[in-house]
Nanobody
Framework: QVQLVESGGGLVQPGGSLRLSCAAS????????MGWYRRAPGKQRELVAQ???????NYADSVKGRFTISRDNAKNTVYLQMTSLKPEDTAVYYC?????????WGQGTQVTVSS
């Protein structure tokens, strides 16, 4: 079992950018499909983006064209570059495997988009 720690969240204005990082400890996960998830207030957690070990990516329609997921397997790290942020992007962002494993959910990192 790996420990996943998200970081990089914060308060940004609409249209701003932010880069989130997900660092894994315990063992290398480079051969797994990884995903970024988010849970907005009053909503269920949803998959935002995913990336295979080979770098193939997929995005939710709500973020496609604005967010970019990437990974550095040597560093056991997954990134989410967010641009053109909207207030509706406000949520706690999590990383996990895809499909997610229940025991791997961490604390997430808060992203707040507000003017």
């Amino acid at each position: 079992q790996v420990q996943l720690v998200e970081s990089g969240g914060g308060l940004v204005q609409p249209g701003g950018s932010l880069r989130l990082s997900c660092a894994a400890s315990g063992r290398i996960f480079g051969f797994y499909v990884m995903g970024w998830y988010r849970r907005a207030p009053g909503k269920q957690r949803e998959l935002v983006a995913q990336i295979t070990s080979g770098g193939n990516t997929n995005y939710a329609d709500s973020v496609k064209g604005r967010f970019t997921i990437s990974r550095d397997n040597a560093k056991n790290t997954v990134y989410l570059q967010m641009t053109s942020l909207k207030p509706e992007d406000t949520a706690v962002y999590y990383c996990n495997l895809w499909p997610p494993k229940s025991d791997y959910w961490g604390q997430g990192t808060q992203v707040t988009v507000s003017s």
